[in-house]
């Protein structure tokens, strides 16, 4: 596909950085720091499909990163767009005046998302992107005369990133256990995975459908008049992937349209081709009224992240005296120049090798290889795929919970291949550039770590 897709150039030549001689300074997020530092995994280098640890060992990229390097790694377009921006312009104020690349950034972005999708405000990830939905949400009534409406509904097992507000809708106990109560005023609906009736189902599961009605609950329980949003990932990601059944996107639509209550997808992880289409939202032909994504857009090089908002949403927001802000929230680095830059050239990249497209065509191919490795050992119980995302789940060990997954990230890291753990399920997100070899390097790699745990 791209030149530098297969190999990564200077194996042979020195290493990068090595391991710091100290390494207490710098508290690693979401890690187990002090096992960590005893046996560091320290990546120096990226190109392509591929990593370079501190020691020059080549390692296969089997997330994307975190599941956000989408154009694989130092894509040169990318890397000279950002190069050129940082010398032409390093930052504007966007207090009353701003640069030209976030208008030019958001009408790209338009034209790639469902109507009416029309409108983009620019963050720096996507906690920052659940966060600003969530109070455009409750902003959004109150500019309508609905002042009451403060009640935001997400899901078990959810994850909406790290922000007061996406912890509080999120469903992930131990990212919330910690921190106190969160935001008043939130509920979850159920998750939809059901190993018991969907093991080893291709694709979207059959069952679960049903699952839906647990906002009708809510609703119910409530009153309609008093929520303003309700938040879902069309894929979850974070917590081992899990699958929409069929129909059950569709039948949230309904029942928001039927209250008056916002939908909003977190597309964070499934936006920008990771499941065939440039948004799950299109793939599953339902249209959430604001949509939060980062990772993908600017396929990781820069921190950015956006909400695209319906024609709707905004347009009670412009109705106010000419001369008044309209929206009192916003971050000091919202459209960055560099971030700017770095996306619109990834996007071209997307667009010249039809990467949006691409996890569409390995579908088939993708699920083929996953579901294949589900000999390698007796303990797997699961085995979830869609696009370009699968997800192997093994049966934890007595007491131990997560140590077998832990094992696999760690003994397929010495292997040559980056794999992403939650408890013992294990997720792959490959670059959108990869190839069928690469495939095949991954299963190969990947099932003979499995036969070892
Ligand atoms: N939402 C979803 C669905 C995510 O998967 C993530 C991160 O993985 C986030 C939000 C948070 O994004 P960030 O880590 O950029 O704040």
Known sequence: MSDDATSLPGQAAAPGPATPASMDAFWMPFTANRQFRRTPRLLAAAEGM?????????ILDGTAGLWCCNAGHARPRIVEAIARQAATMDFAPHFQMGSPLPFELAARLKELAPRPLDHVFFTNSGSESVDTALK??????????????????GREKAYHGVGFGGFSVGGLPNNRKWFGPGLPGVDHMRHTLDIARNAFSRGLPAHGVELAEDLERL????????????IVEPISGSAGVILPPPGYLKRLRE?????????????????????GAPFAAQRFEVTPDM??????????????????????????????????????HGYTYSGHPLACAAALATLDTYAEEGLLARALELEDYWADGLHGLRSSNPGIIDIRNYGLIGAI??????????????????????????VRTTGDTIALSPPLIVERQHIDDMFSMLGEVLATV
């Not at 591929?50 to 080549?58: F, H, L, S, T």
């Not at 609703?219 to 309700?230: E, N, R």
């Open 136 to 153: 455009i949400a409750i902003a959004w009534h109150r500019a309508r005369g609905e002042g009451q409406r403060t009640r935001l509904i």
């Open 291 to 328: 949509m939060t994504v980062a990772k993908g857009l600017t396929s990781g090089c820069v921190p950015m992240g956006a909400v695209f908002v319906s024609d709707r949403v905004h347009e009670a927001f412009m109705q106010g005296p000419e001369g008044a802000i309209d929206l009192f």
């Open 219 to 230: 609703v119910q329980l409530h009153d309609p008049s008093t929520i303003a949003a309700v």
């Open 255 to 275: 029942i928001c349209d039927r209250y008056g209550i916002l939908l909003i997808f977190d597309e964070v992880i499934t936006g920008f081709g990771r499941v």
């Open 50 to 58: 591929y990593y370079r640890d501190v020691e020059g060992r080549q």
């Open 393 to 418: 789940e093994l049966a934890p060990q007595d007491g131990a919970p997560g140590a077998r997954g832990y094992q696999v990230l760690e003994r397929a890291f010495r292997k040559g291949l980056l």
